[in-house]
Nanobody, 111 residues
């Protein structure tokens, strides 16, 4: 059974930092691309960043230079380091791999 366990998130002021984690089990992790998505209230879920099994990364334009996605294959975990956070980054963040999704983690950035 595939399981994506998310941790991190919370409330932070504008300009602050947070790190999200996504631990993946039940799948051959090292070869899989893992992505982060987010969904703000009243908006559609949108792509944030992803990282391939080989470590190649892709980012949404609005987070480039502020967010960093990384992975530790030994820990079967993908991270999303979020710096210089803005109120518009407020959303529920989800990790995703293949057709599986995490449960979501709330990130709230106060102005």
């Amino acid at each position: 059974q595939v399981h994506l366990m998310q941790s991190g998130g919370g409330l932070v002021q504008t300009g602050g930092s947070l790190r999200l984690s996504c631990e993946v089990s039940g799948i051959i992790f090292s070869s899989k691309t893992v992505a982060w998505y987010r969904q703000a209230p009243g908006k559609q879920r949108e792509f944030v960043a992803d990282i391939s099994g080989g470590g190649s990364t892709t980012y949404q334009d609005s987070v480039k230079g502020r967010f960093t996605i990384s992975r530790d294959n030994a820990k079967r975990t993908v991270y999303l380091q979020m710096n210089s956070l803005k109120p518009e980054d407020t959303a529920v963040y989800y990790c995703q791999t293949v057709r599986y999704w995490g449960h979501g983690t709330q990130v709230t950035v106060s102005s």
